[in-house]
């Protein structure tokens, strides 16, 4: 699962538009937009601060949270946010409304696990990463945090291949194919030939 849910604070937005905009963020605030589940769209206003710091934290789009406005909750998932290009200040976030029964699409991030265990990476290979997420459908309430890409055993030429890894329960990949996240390629220099008689010794 993702990282635990978290909730915050919003007000309704009376007014809509590039003016009212910029009046909010002059006074701290960041225009955002609740839709989906069928139901109509709702304008509000959120703490420019207490966003920006949940974004920095990591995982933002990828975890459910709570949104109270005017002491109604609503659970959502950020689905995209504008950052200014130059102050990486927050200028907008849309969120979609979420249940028990909602599924998204997200995309989620790959970490490699074992890489000393790697015969290909202890020779002087490098470890080429052609996807460093993964796009999947999954519930709304069991979206994975990552997914771990195990290299023990890998050698120089070696392909690692979305079949390798474990999905949870109700969690599909977007891409309907079993495509390559990493590839271990020999360096520009040419492997260490002392190092590779080492590794092949060590293996016979």
Request: charged share 20%; hydrophobic share 40%; glycine share 8%.
């Given at each position: 699962m993702s990282q635990e849910t978290y909730e915050l604070k919003a007000e309704a937005r009376e007014r809509v538009g590039k003016?009212?905009?910029?009046?909010l963020r002059r006074n701290g605030l960041i225009p955002a937009v609740i839709y989906g589940d069928k139901q109509a769209p709702i304008a509000i206003?959120?703490?420019t601060n207490e966003v920006t710091k949940?974004?920095?934290a990591g995982g933002f789009m990828t975890t459910v949270a709570t949104i109270e406005v005017g002491g109604k909750k609503y659970k959502v998932l950020p689905k995209d946010y504008q950052l200014d290009p130059v102050r990486d200040f927050t200028l907008h976030v849309d969120f979609l409304r979420v249940s028990g029964n909602t599924q998204v699409t997200?995309?989620?991030?790959?970490h490699f696990i074992n890489d000393a265990k790697s015969p290909g990476l202890k020779v002087g290979g490098v470890l080429n990463i052609v996807r460093h997420e993964i796009e999947v459908h999954c519930p709304a309430d069991a979206i994975p945090e990552y997914f771990n890409i195990d290299l023990s055993g890998k050698k120089?030429?070696?392909?690692?291949?979305?079949?390798?890894?474990?999905l949870p329960k109700g969690v599909t990949t977007v891409i309907d194919r079993d495509f390559t996240i990493a590839t271990i390629v020999a360096p520009a220099a040419g492997v260490d030939d002392s190092a590779a008689e080492a590794e092949g010794e060590a293996e016979a």
């Open positions: 003016g009212s905009a910029r009046e206003a959120l703490n949940r974004i920095h997200v995309e989620i991030p790959v120089i030429g070696d392909s690692i291949h979305i079949s390798e890894v474990t």
